[in-house]
């Protein structure tokens, strides 16, 4: 397959994030907006598995090194984490100061940004055990990067048998556990960090099986292809068996839709953009939305109109966030570790 940008790809993962921001700020609305908006977490890492094996099985075959590996990785993703990182941070020195009972005790918060600081998991019984309680987001990329560090170590003496066994191995203890926990919302909490791991290795391991495999499927219009990953976070069934069939079926099915299909020329510039925002705005959107009860008050507002603010102002601020925060750190630090480093071609692999 021939190196490209997959801009539908690109675009699907800016609709999954927004389905993302909608689900965490549903108590905003008083409703369910995007009520399976966690699902768009099992899309970004289908599509984590799929670029990831596009950009990098080759090089990590021809001796590409696992730690220069995990440097690029952890390049792409640092410095929108920690820009994620500091905004919580803020976030609960501001609640301390206020003496609000939501405000974590000293020695917790301490603990939560010094193992954030080093992009660990801090699961704080004060906090009901969430493994990055300062940015709760922080969950999925913490999980992603050591799936992509454990493939680029197994991937020279990884076949497609072998991958295929433990895509299937994963899938089938990923079964009982969404059953048993009546949807597939797991994985950001340390009493079910097997759910994670399962969905985690499932998801990622079917986006490189899918990549390898290159299966050929008729090809759907792009916007048909967003409209259903849309539907996907979006439509209101309480049932694990939706999760399921959404995480099993209907992502991979996407995955394969989306990467055989490019938008037209009229809408280029519109999935660029929904590529641009996807990581941005997953990465720093749960501090600010937690801050829509206190820019309500300020500006006399209903929670949902200061939610909606919110929103918009995300969807406005990422593209800057990418142009004069992200992309000129990222070079900077790949001109601070390796030059080689400057531009990793799996950027699209980030929410």
């Not at 990785?73 to 820009?83: A, D, T, V």
């Not at 704080?124 to 987001?137: A, C, E, M, R, V």
Request: overall charge positive.
């Amino acid at each position: 397959m021939a190196r490209r940008t997959f801009e539908t790809l690109n675009a699907m993962r800016g609709i999954a994030a927004i389905g993302v921001v909608l689900f965490h700020g549903r108590s905003l609305w008083h409703g369910a907006v995007a009520p399976h908006g966690y699902l768009a977490v099992d899309i970004f890492f289908m599509l984590s598995g799929f670029v990831i094996a596009h950009a990098y099985e080759g090089r990590l075959r021809g001796g590409l090194r696992v730690a220069e590996f995990a440097k690029i990785r952890i390049i792409r993703f640092y410095p929108l984490y920690g820009l994620g990182l500091a905004l919580g941070i803020a976030r609960y020195l501001m609640l301390k100061a206020g003496h609000n009972p939501d405000a974590l005790p000293t020695v917790d918060l301490v603990m939560a940004t010094l193992t954030g600081l080093a992009f660990l998991p801090c699961p704080l019984p004060s906090h009901g055990y969430d493994l990055f309680i300062l940015n709760p987001p922080s969950w999925s990329l913490f999980y992603e990067l050591a799936v992509n560090v454990a493939f680029a170590a197994m991937a020279p003496r990884l076949s497609k048998v072998m991958l295929g066994a433990i895509v299937a191995v994963s899938g089938i203890c990923l079964l009982p556990l969404v059953l048993a926990a009546g949807n597939a919302d797991l994985g950001a909490n340390g009493l079910d960090i097997g759910a994670g791991v399962a969905r985690t290795v499932f998801s990622f391991g079917l986006g490189v099986l899918i990549y390898r495999s290159a299966p050929k499927i008729p090809t759907i219009p792009p916007l048909l292809v967003l409209l259903a990953v849309a539907l996907v976070v979006g439509l209101p069934v309480a049932s694990p068996y939706y999760d399921l069939a959404c995480i099993l079926l209907v992502s991979p099915l996407l995955l394969m839709a989306g990467a055989s299909s490019e938008p037209p020329v009229l809408l280029h510039r519109a999935f660029i953009y929904l590529g641009l925002i996807s990581f941005p705005l997953y990465a720093v959107h749960r501090p600010l939305l937690a801050l829509a009860p206190n820019v309500a008050h300020v500006l006399h507002l209903s929670q949902p109109v200061a939610g909606s603010l919110i929103v918009i102002g995300l969807l406005a601020l990422c593209p800057l966030l990418d142009r004069f925060y992200d992309a000129p750190l990222r070079r900077w630090l790949s001109r601070r570790f390796k030059e080689r480093l400057a531009r990793d071609p799996a950027e699209a692999a980030a929410p």
